[in-house]
C-alpha cells in the first residue's frame, strides 16, 4: 500500500457503535469503509451521493410521515400496485 496517513475526527460515540455494527455485519473495518468512501468521493469528483436542503413541500412529506400522518395503507402488493395504477 505505501505510504499512509492518520486521520482522526471527533465523533458521537452512538453513532460510531452503530455504524461500526452494520460495518461488521457488511464484512467491512472502519478503516475499509473510510478508504472506500475516500475513493468514491476521488472517482466522483464529490460526495457519492447527493446532498440537499428539503424544499418546503418535501419537508412537510418527511414530518408527516414522522408523525404516521396521513398515510395510506394496504394489506396486499396487489392493494399497493392498483393504488399505485390509479
Known amino acids: 500500500m505505501g505510504k499512509t496517513t492518520l486521520l482522526s475526527a ?3 460515540p452512538t453513532l ?3 455504524a461500526e455494527r452494520i460495518l461488521k455485519k457488511l464484512g467491512l473495518t472502519p478503516v475499509q469503509a473510510i478508504t472506500l468512501f475516500y475513493r468514491q468521493i476521488e472517482l466522483e469528483r464529490g460526495l457519492p451521493f447527493s446532498v440537499r436542503i428539503p424544499n418546503e413541500e418535501t419537508r412537510h412529506a418527511l414530518e408527516q410521515a414522522r408523525k404516521r400522518q396521513d398515510l395510506k395503507t ?3 402488493l396487489d392493494d399497493l400496485f392498483r393504488d399505485l395504477a390509479q
Open 10 to 12: 471527533p465523533m458521537d
Open 16 to 18: 460510531k457503535r452503530n
Open 74 to 76: 394496504c394489506n396486499t
